[in-house]
T-cell receptor
Framework: AQSVTQLDSQVPVFEEAPVELRCNYS??????LFWYVQYPNQGLQLLLK??????LVKGINGFEAEFNKSQTSFHLRKPSVHISDTAEYFC?????????????FGTGTLLAVQP | DTEVTQTPKHLVMGMTNKKSLKCEQH?????MYWYKQKAKKPPELMFV???????INESVPSRFSPECPNSSLLNLHLHALQPEDSALYLC??????????????FGPGTRLTVT
């Protein structure tokens, strides 16, 4: 069965500093990975996705992630964060159920950007 | 346009009430999903419709009844709910068929309170 681990429940960081949010996955089949962001009282918004090809994936709002098959990781990075990046971030892996796609989510990481 | 709409935004209902949540997308997606999200937790999958047929029911209690009247609409009928059912209910959609290749787009959610 596929699973996703986000070890950091909260990451505090100062504005304009770089940040990395960690995500590790386990999968026995082809891997499709996603990062979603959820701002307070809103739905989830797709930040970026890895399906195949280049292991460095660029997303919206200046975020990027690197797929590392040997370390089974898909860490999210941003070189300089803003106050507006404060939100919950979920890593997810796609699980094919034979007829329909399911998303398996990690437990989430709260990015808390301080001035 | 990558928008999924949900109505109502907020709903307060008593334990004996019957109410419905509505979700709509016009992206031509053929898979639609209902999730339940408690505070500070990742979304939990409830139901998946693929090509307007129920394809996954994650052992959800019968007081939740999904319906997919057509490829653009998804409803969730609620009856005799419990206070612990209070949560954010999220709808999502994705292109159907291909093995895990397509991301899910989420609506803003309905905040449900059961009194």
């Amino acid at each position: 069965a596929q699973s996703v681990t986000q070890l950091d429940s909260q990451v505090p960081v100062f504005e304009e500093a770089p940040v990395e949010l960690r995500c590790n996955y386990s999968s026995s089949v082809s891997v499709y990975l996603f990062w979603y962001v959820q701002y307070p009282n809103q739905g989830l918004q797709l930040l970026l996705k890895y399906l195949s090809g280049s292991t460095l994936v660029k997303g919206i709002n200046g975020f990027e992630a690197e797929f590392n098959k040997s370390q089974t990781s898909f860490h999210l990075r941003k070189p300089s964060v803003h106050i507006s990046d404060t939100a919950e971030y979920f890593c997810a892996v796609s699980d094919w159920g034979g007829a329909t796609n399911k998303l398996i989510f990690g437990t989430g990481t709260l990015l808390a950007v301080q001035p | 346009d990558t928008e999924v709409t949900q109505t109502p935004k907020h709903l307060v209902m008593g334990m004996t009430n019957k109410k419905s949540l509505k979700c709509e997308q016009h992206m031509g997606h053929r898979a639609m999903y209902w999730y339940k999200q408690k505070a500070k937790k990742p979304p939990e999958l409830m139901f998946v419709y693929s090509y307007e047929k129920l394809s996954i029911n994650e052992s959800v209690p019968s007081r939740f009844s999904p319906e997919c009247p057509n490829s653009s609409l998804l409803n969730l009928h609620l009856h005799a709910l419990q206070p612990e059912d209070s949560a954010l209910y999220l709808c999502a959609s994705s292109q159907g068929g291909q093995r895990g290749l397509y991301e899910q787009y989420f609506g803003p959610g309905t905040r449900l309170t059961v009194t």
